[in-house]
């Protein structure tokens, strides 16, 4: 049985070989043997050339390489740089937050009578952050108001602006006081900064606030200082 369908496949094969050889034979092998000649004819003649083509091409092939990698390169490095940069800023910024979170400000008074009737005023600053911070003291930061209210309505009758003074110069010899522009908190410091102001016997309502501008230490939105105020009435 095994015998007889053997030698039926191998009657097929030679009756369908002429058919399937003969069209291979003409679409691949003679094309082949047709350009491998020519190929072979031409690269004989030309070998110089061929050889400098491909010397050419090779280089060319290099140099796009070459470019190729130095981009992937720097672009990989400028990514790596940004990210390196944006995450040091985040960490500048949770420490600026923690510095502006961390610290405080607060007014104490004192009322005084004597040479004259008055109040000493101290701010108290606590900087408890992770970096020093610098107080800018220009501008009066410390404005003391008179206060005039009506129902909610509220003004001032008179605004005084004491200084923050380092040194204090003698009267009768016309020499100026001098005072301080800036204060600066190191790491766990308070400051204590006193302030002295002398105003009218008669019993008033005042208004202290404290308002100063801070270097980049803390987080802030724009425009925005440290501020503290407080009522005082001097009876």
Do not use: C
């Not at 350009?35 to 491909?54: E, I, M, P, R, T």
């Not at 200084?163 to 908190?185: H, I, K, N």
Request: glycine share 6%; aromatic share 14%.
């Amino acid at each position: 049985m095994l015998a007889s369908i053997w030698g039926g496949i191998k009657t097929l094969s030679a009756y369908l070989w002429p058919f399937i050889y003969r069209p291979f034979n003409f679409l691949v092998i003679v094309p082949l043997r047709f350009f491998g000649k020519f190929f072979y004819a031409w690269w004989v003649n030309n070998h110089q050339q061929s050889h400098n083509f491909l010397i050419g091409i090779s280089a060319f092939l290099t140099v796009i390489t070459l470019v190729f990698g130095g981009y992937w390169t720097v672009h990989t490095f400028d990514l790596l740089n940004q990210a390196d940069k944006a995450r040091i800023e985040l960490e500048d910024l949770k420490v600026k937050k923690r510095n502006m979170e961390s610290s405080s400000i607060s007014l104490n008074l004192t009322e005084i009578k004597k040479p004259k009737r008055g109040m000493i005023i101290e701010v108290e600053i606590v900087n408890s952050g992770q970096s020093s911070i610098k107080f800018n003291l220009n501008n009066n930061p410390l404005k003391v108001y008179e206060v005039e209210a009506s129902g909610d309505e509220i003004g001032a009758n008179k605004i005084y602006y004491p200084q923050y003074y380092s040194a204090l110069g003698m009267m009768d010899q016309d020499e100026p006081s001098e005072f301080r522009t800036e204060v600066t908190l190191l790491i766990g410091a308070k400051k204590t900064l006193s302030y002295v102001i002398t105003v009218d016997d008669e019993p008033k309502l005042y208004y202290i606030t404290f308002e100063a501008g801070h270097d980049n230490t803390v987080a802030s939105e724009p425009n925005s200082n440290w501020f503290a105020s407080k009522y005082y009435e001097m009876k």
